[in-house]
């Protein structure tokens, strides 16, 4: 009897944009019992996580002011719509993908006028773009530019340093206000040294932590335009929230005790590798999925959505499937080899998927899912231009 063994039993991997694979002492740190939440231990995790989990950011607890939510990254751009924006104000949107527009209609929501300058297919947003529709903003209306750095359907990323440029050439006093929620910890940020007013982030990517907080860092000039456009409900309020008087007002409530344990453990991994250890080793995985990616492709088949180099992301590949069914290749790699693959967002159904490496991530679990994506590759008798594992490995040595 020729029978194909299902090979998806064992261990399995997810390797989708986020949330990301937990490492086991963060998960442990999830299941700790939970403490007294007005005095004690509690108390002194926070304080470690407002000094540790800016340089993340690149900032520092002297540059700007940190805000933790109870919430995923969508709970952390309405936090930064409400404190710095008022009914009325004109917002423009910079998008590669999906995310910022996203953030843009959030803004719409709450009674802004927003405009958007979106990307060609698979590419970044050029700054000079920005540039001149911030020149030409005589009356100086425009209050915020809203961006991702990476957006997780398209994998493209932005050159924020380049956006301020653009923002200082053009003398304007609008508000630079960056998506990292899925680049932080992975590709190189630096909130200080680019000028950006207001980075959001969360918990479910490459700060390895399962979804449930949400962050904000605020420079002076995003304070100030807060105390001009105070927050509109008391919960988000950065006022609130700033307040030492009490320590569950850092949180506007119950603190999340048991994620505060969590995203403290994945802080420490990181800070223990070191960041600049952290961003070297997202690029070099990274380069393997697309050296993968590159010796895969072949006329009608797979091919890299961005294929800008400068543009490429470090923490998510976006893959266009030609005439393979991407659809099919995730069934095959999830129900029959054990490795879940990310859905193409805002595509046309089964031309797209996508390879998260964010986070906890390592060249034996990368080369590992190359493995299996090959596989299935086969099993569908899709023509390829060679073995992308085989590339991989190469990128990698």
């Not at 926070?46 to 900032?59: I, K, Q, R, V, Y």
């Not at 773009?129 to 209050?143: E, F, G, Q, T, Y």
């Not at 999925?289 to 976006?318: D, F, H, I, K, M």
């Not at 595509?347 to 390592?362: C, D, K, L, Q, T």
Request: proline share 6%.
């Amino acid at each position: 009897m020729n029978l194909r063994p299902n090979l998806s039993h064992g261990p399995t991997t997810v390797a989708i944009p986020g949330p990301s694979i937990a490492p086991p002492q963060v998960l442990a740190a999830l299941a700790r019992p939970l403490p007294d939440i007005y005095e004690g231990e509690l108390l002194d995790v926070t304080d470690e996580l407002f000094e540790s989990l800016p340089p993340l950011a690149g900032t520092t607890t002297a540059t700007s002011e940190q805000f933790v939510t109870i919430s995923n990254g969508h709970g952390a751009w309405e936090m930064t719509l409400a404190n710095t924006v008022t009914e009325g104000d004109r917002v423009l949107v910079a998008n590669s993908g999906v995310f910022a527009a996203a953030w843009g209609e959030m803004a719409e929501r709450m009674g802004c006028v927003v405009e958007r300058i979106d990307a060609a297919p698979g590419r970044a947003v050029d700054p000079g773009a920005v540039h001149d529709r911030l020149a030409a903003d005589s009356d100086r209306s425009i209050k915020a530019v809203l961006t991702t750095q990476v957006d997780t359907a398209s994998s493209a990323r932005h050159d924020i340093a380049a956006f301020r440029a653009a923002l200082d050439a053009a003398g304007h006093p609008a508000l630079l206000m960056v998506d990292a929620v899925a680049s932080l910890g992975c590709d190189e940020y630096r909130m200080d040294d680019w000028g950006v007013d207001v980075t959001v982030a969360a918990s479910q990517k490459g700060l390895m932590t399962p979804p449930g907080l949400g962050f904000v860092w605020a420079s002076p000039k995003a304070i100030e335009a807060h105390r001009r456009a105070p927050a509109r409900t008391w919960y988000w309020s950065w006022t609130v929230r700033a307040d030492r008087s009490a320590h569950y007002l850092r949180y506007a409530g119950t603190p999340p005790v048991s994620h505060l344990f969590a995203i403290r453990e994945a802080a420490r991994m990181i800070h223990a590798e070191g960041l600049a250890n952290v961003w070297a080793r997202h690029a070099a995985l990274a380069g393997a999925v697309r050296a993968a990616v590159t010796a895969w492709s072949a006329p009608g088949g797979l091919e890299l959505n961005c294929a800008v180099p400068a543009e490429q992301a470090n923490c998510v590949t976006t893959i266009r499937t030609g005439d393979v069914d991407a659809d099919e290749l995730r069934r095959i790699c999830r129900d029959e080899l054990g490795v879940t693959l990310g859905v193409g967002l805002r595509a046309e159904p089964g031309s797209a998927f996508r390879i998260g490496h964010m986070g906890y991530v390592s060249a034996p679990s990368i080369l590992g899912v190359l493995g299996v994506v090959e596989t299935a590759l086969a099993r569908l008798g899709a023509v390829t231009g060679g073995s992308g594992v085989a590339a991989a490995a190469a990128s990698l040595a």
